[in-house]
């Protein structure tokens, strides 16, 4: 794993010690750090979180920011068009869902980006869009959703103490 781009929803669960995927967050985050996987996250990222928390939060000495360009906007453009194509196929499988521009436009910095192999997320609806916009193109990077565990995603067993 060579780069991973961090959702906005990742980034609550990192930072809330109260949440309840708090700890899977830590686990990937930590994960990261020690395989020296480069971690981003997007500037849209960044926008959605201080609705509720703040700049200063973030780690940024480990975690480097994506600007959205114009190189990032055609490639948005199309996202949103196989999103909305699939919505008029199934007018209820994204609502509630105001945010599905903003996802349709981290997914483009994702796909841009040769270096991002992986998107990771808390967001289980991020799958739903994921999976509509693969119907139509194929994607460059993987969607990890944490409510699996670093383990689980490597296809690893974890055994117990007690268990041996």
Known sequence: MNSVLLDTSFLIRLLNSNEPLHLSALEWFRYFLINNVIMKTSAICLAEYCVKGKLDEIP?????????????????????????????????????????????KIFAQAEFDPEIEFFLTSDSRCRIMYDHIRKHQKISFELIDIHQSVQEFKGEIPFSSEEE
Do not use: C, W
Request: proline share 7%.
């Open 60 to 104: 940024f000495r480990n975690i480097q920011v994506i600007s959205f360009d114009i190189r990032h906007a055609g490639i948005a453009g199309a996202f949103e068009k196989y999103i909305f194509m699939e919505r008029k196929i199934t007018p209820d499988l994204l609502k509630p869902r105001p945010i599905i521009l903003n996802d349709a």
